[in-house]
């Protein structure tokens, strides 16, 4: 086994910042090692993951397949399990281990711009696998949780598993809103068109997050590129303190890094 080969497995990934990241840190730190990208169609994971331990000594896991790499790995941390997605892979001398940093990223974030959490009311937009993270750490540190989503089915599946409230986009209300964070994939760096640069998962912006309550809104982005999704620019003319998914994506790379060296 090359045991020094390291991936980050989605698709698309063609934007994805971690190799870049994690190659720098490698060499940072005199480490012999490379960080590669692995676009892998859904239907494609299973046969991808069939050469994976020969191949790889860790790797990422972004979307779409945080959940159902689950399936493929011999064993998956209690949190990650609780969690149900899976974004770092180590691969222990054989044996494929799947763990959950999202949580410690999107939580250390989030802390720079909100000191406590406890009591506070969380609103979620979207209800796939980063959400999961996002709602679980949110939960764990005592938010009130409300999940939105497109489809509302998905938002009342995961608010059953979380305990949580749940209701489409259109329900926001930013009066009665203390944390605001964006999961869905709205906004996110489009190669082929300019259309994510206006794209907001709020169906009206930006009024709906300005609101009429003096109490504005903390409004986190998971999406880290742009740096500046059109929805945290809504947010900043609106006076509300912005919290970056690039903060969250360093976070989360970090505790990668430390698994893969341990
Ligand atoms: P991830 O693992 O990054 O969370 P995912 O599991 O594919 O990715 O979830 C994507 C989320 O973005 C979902 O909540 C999805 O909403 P649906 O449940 O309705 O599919 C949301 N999403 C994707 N495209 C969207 C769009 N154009 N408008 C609103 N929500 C969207």
Redesign the pocket.
Known sequence: MNSRRYCVIGYPVKHSFSPKLHNGWFKKNKIKARYVKEEVKPEDLGKFMCGFREKFAGANV???H??KIMKFLDEVTPEAREIG?VNVIVNRGGKLVGHNTDVVGAMAALKSAVKIIKGKRAVVL???????AVVYGLKKAGAQVVIL???IE??ERLAAEFDCKFGA?EDFDAANCDILIN????GMWDENSGDYKI?T?LPCHPELVSGSSPQKPVVMD?IYRPKMTRLLKDAKACGCKVVTGEKMFLAQAAESFKLWLR
Do not use: C, D, M, Y
């Open positions: 972004t979307i779409p945080k959940e997605a979207g209800a796939g696998g980063a959400a999961r989503n497109r489809t998905n938002a986009l999961t869905t994939s709205v794209q998962p998971v």
